[in-house]
């Protein structure tokens, strides 16, 4: 984040003078590019019922999950996640989860402010 403020401002006045009020800079954020990133974690026969979930959840990952969804021997997860930490969640989503079926990457749709 860059500091501007004009040199003006620090001229010298007197003590008398009232405060100048500070100058309002007109940037706008601007929200960075969100995706929803579709996960199904498959359900070994073998292995406890959630524990890959369970895994993903307590992994740097858990942070981005907003649903999940139990359907036959699958848990399908959608994480939503800005484009650019795409590659940070797959890199970790591969070496924590290395069975975990990756679907497609849609755009998140903005939502709009009602105020």
Known sequence: MALTQ???SFET???SAPPVPP???NVIPFPAARARL???LPHPPHDLPG???RTLLHSPLGV???STEAVREEVRVQLDIALDDLDFTLHT???TLPAALIGPLKRRQAVAKAR
């Open 6 to 8: 004009s040199i003006d």
């Open 13 to 15: 006045q007197p003590l």
């Open 23 to 25: 100058q309002r800079n």
């Open 38 to 40: 579709q996960v199904t």
């Open 51 to 53: 524990t890959q979930l």
């Open 64 to 66: 981005y999950v907003v």
């Open 93 to 95: 989503l591969i070496s």
